[in-house]
């Protein structure tokens, strides 16, 4: 046993090196197995059967405890004399334990054995026999019969033990979160267990892209699905009830880990947690399966073979393919089509994969694909039985989960299981979420997955945590690099001292290669990557750059530092996060004595998806990082002027870069135009597509730089509605309806959040009188709501997260009942300020009301007449000028074209709401705007058929449980039929979902 001093006195810090232990000493001392002992895990069953152990089996068990004993012995020896007993004992007490636990094993002749193949986590260690595995593998053929082979075939191979060595390499390579790389905190390789440490993840629905309802106006669509209502389900429940799912989301959310989740959970044999029992998991990444059509048109099943021998499995995996495909019981795995950077390669992986499981589905087999959801809506595949999720954000509850099992799984790895451990895990758990719950910015960044993994590394190795992504991401990677260097001196001392500087010159040059080069993002080959790095070494004068290439390369694949050996002969980077970044830096550089070459390669790639994040992340390094602000605000400046880029485009990215920069990564004034630019490009149908005027009222409302009139209730926008007859409804359900002969005003657009939020802060939803008929239905009291009774009280609208929670979106999560107690709230707020005329109140319109603001009266106004409470002054029912409607019985609130630019509707494939005011081509006569698409709006109407009379009790107030509402408008998922002006829902006065929304009228009282 080697004794390593790290510091000039032997006793404050010491690292005792013995084969494959590393010991820290501290307060408490910290101590971790590394490659000595496997994370064991113990089957149980409820018969508890055991099963005998083999000798080979009782053999490796005797050989492990003589070596635990051994290393017990030698630390005795060597630190009995420099720490204290109490001190001792606490560093042999993990070691004494396990030796303990393998003794128990030994006496007691065999390990139990699970028959439902639960593994059982915890703190105590549990093990894996190969003879459990192997009963695994025979539970999973034992449900299928065998093919015949015929005469005169070769013998088939025995699947138990093909399948049995395949499980154990899955359970091998993923039982631990993959930390290779993300830092050496107290010098203690981090191998922590992924069923422990996994939290569940949820996803958003997306519709189908057909249209199922009934479009009969007087028909209510009650068959509503769980997808369809888009609340976050978790995405186990998604899968369960799918053939196939598409699982979409950002940067490190946690796509690639689900999958890594759910191959373990198979192997190990718990498929009955998530639903599907005794299925095989085949894990593949795309871009390998991508770069092998580049080469030759291989079908999938072969190409999966093919790729495991590659990774040096040298098994009959075919047979065993092509066995369990046949019977139904492979759960197909397939990781990162965003990652295949051709749109072309695209299409075709995506067709062959789409192809393959077609067929394949229809024998039972299952299949996941993730994907960024850039480079995926240009290739978005269309085959029924496939669900679309797109992962949202960890909430509250998922953040304490995910830093409540990390706390104590690294405090258990360092000090092994022990009383102090566990009270040094409550310590470090406090104060990692009190930094990430009392600081906005670093709440934000928590709410990713990867992010907060990050953030917990940089707290245990006492690296003050930043605010900003970018910021985050540089002193990560400085931490990285430290931390890298560190390890590599543990082994060896370094021939060069690759200090953080010229490390991040050798992997910025490197990873824009790779953007550049490579067809598949992430990987390359070590041979060109080889050469890349002579060149780049070359290039920074090196005196041997073969030496330092090899030397470089050398250290990734053995201290597995941010560049990695991912197998087969293929390198990249520890996640692509990381090489954005390093390629962002790149970018940069290229700038550093004028930003002329910089900004010809941000508008070189500006169109492509694939670099969006890139130069994102340069205009971030540049002003935060490196401190040019005026740097950053001359290359924006430039780019918002640039002709060459496509209109919105520019203007997006400027935005985005100024969510990163904002305060002090740019100039007051280039923030100026920035927000103008946003200001404009919002609203220009003209020229800019929907996708990206929605965005721009994103960032807008990410900055917190809104306009009054959709952020504040007072100076809320209404339009005038003049009274007289107009044409409601159509076809045998069409009347001429004259019962609105006095005018009205209506809301220009939905109420948005932050003028319902306005509502809740001022205790709306504890003033009982707002709440008559929603506590006569038990439905409010004590200043709560509750919608369905399964999901609990309510004080607020429920978040459906973001981008529905975004100020200048309309509101959402709210029942009927909150829609009328708001209008309520409103009366009398107005009332007091002495804006609204005695006589008249705020109200749900009725729906004949909301009609014909949509489609117009057999008049409409010249020109429409707009204006906010504070300026009606009494002249509540003005004279305006009217015109003959030309279109008095238009099927869409701008006449009869299509709604392609029109409205957010499912062909416009946002699935989210959007900002109020990002669609000004589908405004009404009157003025109004968002009234097909976006949300569903909440009347005051009961559901009735029409023909509409007053008589039948539709407008009484007195609404129960089991009463219908009318909702109009369609929303963002529905297609263009369904956002027609004639078109009408009904719901339940207690549901809420993530697409129901309102507006308000101004009426006389009893009209």
Request: with cysteine; proline share 6%; hydrophobic share 40%.
């Amino acid at each position: 046993m080697d004794i390593i001093k790290t510091a000039p006195r032997w006793l404050p810090c010491c690292v005792v090196k013995t084969h494959g232990l590393i010991v820290t000493k501290r307060s408490p001392p910290l101590l971790m197995m590394d490659n000595l002992f496997e994370v064991r895990r113990t089957f149980r069953s409820a018969s508890h059967l055991k099963t005998i152990m083999d000798e080979k089996e009782k053999a490796q068990l005797k050989s492990k405890l003589a070596q635990i004993q051994q290393e017990i012995e030698a630390i005795k020896e060597r630190l009995s004399d420099l720490l204290p007993p109490e001190g001792l004992e606490n560093m042999l007490q993990p070691l004494q334990q396990q030796a303990a636990h393998i003794q128990n094993q030994l006496e007691g002749s065999g390990v139990l054995v699970s028959g439902d193949h639960n593994v059982v986590l915890g703190d105590s260690a549990t093990y894996i026999t190969n003879s459990t595995i192997l009963q695994i593998s025979e539970q999973f053929w034992k449900q299928f019969p065998r093919s015949p082979t015929p005469d005169p075939q070769p013998p088939l191979p025995d699947l138990h033990k093909v399948t049995t060595h395949y499980l154990t390499y899955l359970i091998n390579r993923y039982r631990f979160l993959d930390f290779r790389g993300l830092g050496i905190a107290d010098r203690v390789p981090l191998r922590l267990p992924l069923l422990e440490m996994y939290v569940p993840l949820s996803a958003r629905p997306f519709l189908p892209k057909g249209e199922t309802w009934d479009r009969d106006p007087a028909v209510a669509d009650d068959d509503v699905t769980s997808a369809q209502l888009h609340e976050p389900l978790p995405v186990l429940d998604l899968l369960q009830s799918q053939e196939g799912l598409i699982l979409l989301g950002d940067p490190g959310s946690g796509k690639t880990t689900f999958l890594k989740y759910l191959a373990l959970l198979l192997a190990t044999g718990q498929g009955t947690a998530v639903g599907m029992e005794n299925r095989l998991p085949l894990v593949l990444p795309l871009s390998a399966y991508a770069n092998a059509l580049a080469e030759s048109d291989i079908s999938l099943q072969d190409f999966i073979e093919i790729y495991y021998r590659n990774l040096g499995i040298d098994l009959p995996l075919d047979e065993m393919l092509r066995e369990a495909l046949a019977q139904g019981g492979v759960l197909l795995l397939l990781d990162g089509l965003d990652e295949v950077k051709s749109l072309g390669q695209r299409h075709l992986l995506v067709d062959r994969v789409m192809t393959f499981f077609a067929f394949q589905r229809s024998r039972g087999n299952k299949m996941v694909l993730t994907s960024r959801l850039v480079g995926y809506r240009d290739v978005r595949p269309v085959l029924d039985g496939i669900a679309e999720g797109t992962l949202v954000d960890f909430d509250e509850a998922a953040i304490r989960s995910f830093v409540t099992r990390w706390t104590l799984a690294v405090e258990k790895a360092a000090q092994g299981v022990t009383g102090q451990a566990t009270l040094d895990a409550e310590r470090e758990k406090e104060e990692l979420l009190t930094a990430v719950f009392q600081t906005p910015g670093i709440r934000q960044l928590a709410t990713n997955p990867l992010l907060l993994t990050i953030l917990a590394l940089m707290k245990r190795q006492n690296v003050g945590l930043p605010q900003r992504r970018v910021e985050l991401y540089d002193q990560y990677i400085k931490t990285l690099i430290k931390h890298w260097n560190l390890a590599r001196g543990l082994d060896r001392p370094p021939q060069r001292d690759l200090d953080v500087v010229e490390t991040t010159r050798v992997l910025a040059p490197l990873a824009l290669w790779m953007q550049e080069t490579n067809p598949s993002l992430g990987l390359v080959k070590e041979t060109a990557m080889q050469q890349q790095l002579v060149a780049i070494f070359t290039q920074r004068e090196s005196e041997d750059p073969q030496h330092d290439a090899q030397q470089f390369l050398q250290d990734a694949r053995d201290y597995a530092g941010l560049l990695l050996d991912q197998g087969a002969g293929m390198y990249g980077f520890l996640h692509r996060t990381f090489q954005e970044y390093f390629t962002a830096v790149a970018i940069v550089q290229k700038g550093q004595r004028t930003i002329e070459p910089m900004i010809a390669a941000l508008v070189a790639n500006l169109g492509d998806e694939a670099w969006y994040e890139i130069l994102r992340l340069s205009l971030a390094v540049l002003g935060i990082v490196q401190g040019r602000d005026e740097a950053a605000s001359d290359v924006i400046e430039q780019l918002l002027t640039d002709e060459a880029v496509e209109s919105g485009t520019a203007v997006l990215l400027a935005g985005d870069a100024l969510v990163d920069l904002w305060p002090g990564g740019v100039l007051a004034a280039c923030r100026k135009h920035v927000l103008a630019a946003l200001n404009q490009t919002m609203v220009n149908d003209k020229q800019v597509a929907p996708v990206q005027r929605v965005g721009a009222g994103v960032i807008l409302a990410r900055m917190g730089v809104l306009d009054d009139a959709v952020t504040t209730v007072n100076a809320m926008p209404f339009c005038f509605v003049p009274g007289g007859p107009f044409w409601l409804g159509e076809g045998s359900y069409e009347q001429q309806c004259d019962l609105l002969s006095a005018g009205y005003w209506i809301g220009k657009f939905p109420i948005t959040n932050a003028q319902f939020a306005e509502f809740v802060a001022d205790g709306g939803y504890t003033q009982a009188e707002l709440w008559t008929e929603a506590a006569t239905v038990e439905r409010w009291e004590n200043g709560r709501i509750q919608d369905w009774s399964s999901r609990g009280w309510r004080t607020a609208p429920h978040d459906y997260g973001d981008p529905f929670n975004l100020a200048n979106h309309p509101v959402v999560g709210i029942t009927w009942y909150e829609a009328l107690a708001c209008t309520r709230w409103l009366t009398r707020r107005w009332q007091e300020q002495g804006w609204l005329t005695t006589g008249f109140h705020v109200a749900l319109p009725s729906e004949i009301e909301w009609e014909k603001a949509a489609r117009g009266g057999l008049t409409i106004p010249d020109k429409p007449l707009v204006k906010a409470i504070t300026e009606l002054s009494g002249n509540v029912l003005p004279d305006v000028g009217l015109r003959a409607n030309v279109e008095e019985k238009r099927p869409y609130p701008w006449g009869s074209d299509l709604p392609e630019n029109r409205a957010n509707f499912i062909d416009v494939e946002l699935s989210t709401s959007s900002s109020v005011g990002c669609f000004p081509n589908g405004r009404t006569p009157y003025g109004c705007e968002e009234v097909s698409g976006n949300v569903w709006e909440w009347t005051r109407s009961h559901f009735q058929t029409y023909p509409y009379m007053l008589a039948d009790g539709r407008e009484n107030s007195n609404v129960k449980l089991f009463h219908q509402m009318t909702l109009r408008g369609g929303a963002f998922w529905t297609d263009a039929e369904r956002i027609r002006c004639v078109t009408r829902i009904r719901r339940a006065p207690n549901d809420r979902n993530d697409n129901y929304g309102f507006r308000v009228v101004i009426k006389k009282k009893g009209e």
